[in-house]
């Protein structure tokens, strides 16, 4: 499809176990966001990629957080030794351009996962 | 820092009537961009409309339109001739023209629309 596609749609984990979210961004676009929304909240930044670069990660909450993008498109997030609140939805969204200049973030459906 | 408030929790409304959204917003920059997104149950967030802080018409998206009001710094969202679909979280969000224009959200104002 043309839009912003993530897997898995849910996720259960045992507290304790590693898990890693998909993210396939629209083809050619440069930006790439994750958030985190917590339930009844809006969406927060979790860290940004500019092509491979990963930016600015100033809103992963703790080390056990961790997201890459090696070839520019595809986004790997990867919580390790999960606990009861990173239960969330996690959101991923991408744009054509860079800073400076408007540009839409298109969103994808989000992964929720719970944490047992 | 940015913040963005957003204070009615719910709002309903009835099929065909308009509805405001209210939003406002604190920053310390002059350029900002302000936007508003719907996410319905399924949960991808949809953009509805966008308004920069140095538009000087408001911003229109068929029937939706933005009511920016600089001086007191809202940005709210209007719906008109509301259909049974817009009910949906509805989120306003300002994008930080300081960073790499990431996005910081509201907490939503949950609209539901009745036959």
Avoid at chain 2, 7 to 27: H, S
Avoid at chain 2, 62 to 83: D, E, M, P, T, W
Avoid at chain 2, 91 to 114: H, I, N, W
Wanted: proline fraction near 4%; charge should be negative.
């Amino acid at each position: 499809g043309a839009g912003v596609s993530q897997s898995p749609r849910y996720k259960v984990a045992k507290r304790g176990q590693d898990v890693a979210l998909r993210c396939d961004p629209i083809s050619g676009h440069v930006s790439l966001f994750w958030y985190q929304q917590a339930l009844g909240q809006g969406p927060e930044f979790l860290t940004y990629f500019q092509n491979e670069a990963q930016l600015d990660k100033s809103g992963l909450p703790s080390d056990r957080f961790f997201a890459e993008r090696p070839e520019g498109s595809v986004s790997t997030l990867k919580i390790q030794r999960t606990q009861q609140e990173d239960s969330a939805v996690y959101l991923c969204a991408s744009s054509l351009g860079t800073l400076e200049s408007y540009n839409e973030q298109f969103f994808g459906p989000g992964t929720r996962l719970t944490v047992l | 820092a940015q913040k963005i408030t957003q204070t009615q929790p719910g709002m309903f409304v009835q099929e065909k009537e308009a509805v405001t959204l209210d939003c406002t917003y604190d920053t310390s920059d002059q350029s900002y961009g302000l936007f508003w997104y719907k996410q319905p149950s399924s949960g991808e967030m949809i953009f509805l409309i966008y308004q920069g802080s140095y538009d000087e018409q408001n911003a229109t998206e068929g029937r939706y339109s933005l009511n920016f009001q600089k001086a007191r710094k809202s940005a709210n969202l209007v719906i008109s001739a509301s259909q049974l679909g817009d009910s949906a979280m509805y989120f306003c969000a300002m994008r930080d023209p300081s960073g790499y224009s990431t996005l910081t959200f509201g907490k939503g104002t949950m609209l539901l629309v009745s036959p």
